[in-house]
C-alpha cells in the first residue's frame, strides 16, 4: 500500500504540474514556446505509463477444482523411506538426506503422494 499511495502522490503531482502548464500555456502568444516538443513527448510518455500502472487487471475465478487423491496414494515418511530403500539405487547417507527433507518439507504422515 505504501507504494501505491507514492505512486498515488506523484501522479498528482504530475497532474497539477501538466495543469499549470496548461494554463500558463494559454496565456502565451504563437511565438513564444513554454516547454521543447521533446519535454512534451517525454511527459506525454509519463502520463501515459503513470495511467496505466495505476489500471487494475481485475482477474475473475470461472471455476474451482479440488483433486483429492484416493487413500491408497497416502504414505507416511517412513513408507516412503522404505519404498526408496527398496529400489536399491540410493546409498545410506542419500536415504538419510532424504529423511531429514521429509521431515522439514512440511508434509504430513497422511501426504497423498502419486503412484
Do not use: C
Request: proline content about 3%; charged content about 20%; glycine content about 4%.
Amino acid at each position: 500500500i505504501g507504494h501505491q499511495a507514492n505512486l498515488f502522490d506523484i501522479l498528482n503531482a504530475l497532474k497539477d504540474l501538466f495543469l499549470k502548464l496548461f494554463e500558463r500555456s494559454l496565456h502565451l502568444s504563437h511565438d513564444e514556446t513554454l516547454l521543447s516538443s521533446s519535454a512534451k513527448i517525454t511527459a506525454l510518455v509519463l502520463v501515459v505509463m503513470g495511467v496505466l500502472l495505476r489500471m487494475d487487471n481485475p482477474v475473475y475465478l470461472l471455476s474451482f477444482a479440488t483433486f483429492h487423491a484416493p487413500d491408497s496414494w497416502k504414505v507416511s515418511h517412513e513408507q516412503i523411506i522404505e519404498m526408496m530403500r527398496r529400489q536399491n539405487t540410493y546409498t545410506d547417507e542419500s536415504l538419510d538426506f532424504m529423511r531429514r527433507l521429509l521431515v522439514r518439507s512440511g508434509t504430513g504422515q497422511s501426504t497423498a503422494w502419486p503412484p
